[in-house]
């Protein structure tokens, strides 16, 4: 059964916190993204990734930074979380070509206050 | 430019009636399109994807979508509405690329 796993479902930190999301999937997919998702405004892609140690700004990189150091796993970074960062964070994965569904983690429900 | 507009944001049935939600797309390039669903404080779930194959795709749980090219159109169907789908769904367009662009989703309910 293919698997996107993310590293927390709820994580609460303070304003200035340095917060770091870790996404792992094990289907060797070469693609992977971040995503965040705010009631009305559907998905907004934060960052991609198509290979170790390359990566792409997405519609709102801003606040935000990725690594990617092993193709299985891919962390999102909040260098110092604000408020507006309260959210839900997905992670997704997929094969290379847009004719392939992504997979998505279960997602991480990130509350900075 | 591509985009994806999901025309209702809310959508209500009656258990064991028909359900329709709507999605229209543009996009320069012939795209690869798919339905996902989403449950309370889950992940997204694949319903079903085109992908320039028959227009009309079955998915998962009863569910199918019809492409319209002339409409522009991806509309997602089922005949008889469960209380197990009262979700949140989400149509997605891909042009060829990495972007996968979302719809701002439709949220179902099912009413017993």
């Known amino acids: 059964d293919v698997k996107v796993t993310q590293s927390s479902r709820y994580l609460v930190k303070r304003t200035g916190e340095k917060v770091f999301l870790e996404c792992v999937q094990d289907?060797?997919?070469?693609?992977m993204f971040w995503y965040r998702q705010d009631p009305g405004l559907g998905l907004r892609l934060i960052y991609f990734s198509y290979d170790v140690k390359m990566k792409e700004k997405g519609d709102i990189p801003e606040g935000y930074s990725v690594s990617r150091e092993k193709k299985e796993r891919f962390s999102l970074i909040l260098e110092s979380a604000s408020t507006n960062q309260t959210s839900m964070y997905l992670c997704?994965?997929?094969?290379?070509?847009?004719?392939?569904?992504?997979?998505f983690g279960p997602g991480t429900r990130l509350t900075v206050t | 430019a591509q985009s994806v507009t999901q025309l209702d944001s809310h959508v209500s049935v009656s258990e064991g009636t028909p359900v329709l939600l709507r999605c229209n797309y543009s996009s320069s390039y012939s795209p690869s399109l798919f339905w996902y669903v989403q449950h309370p404080n889950k992940g997204l779930q694949l319903l079903l994807k085109?992908?320039?194959?028959?227009?009309l795709v079955k998915g998962i749980n009863g569910f199918e979508a019809e492409f319209k090219k002339s409409e522009t159109s991806f509309h997602l169907t089922k005949p008889s509405a469960h209380m197990s789908d009262a979700a949140e769904y989400f149509c997605?367009?891909?042009?060829?690329?990495?972007?996968?662009?979302f719809g701002t989703g439709t949220r179902l309910k099912v009413l017993a």
């Open positions: 085109y992908t320039s194959a028959a227009t």
């Open positions: 997605v367009v891909n042009p060829g690329t990495y972007k996968y662009i």
């Open positions: 997704a994965s997929s094969l290379i070509g847009g004719a392939y569904e992504q997979y």
């Open positions: 289907m060797d997919h070469e693609n």
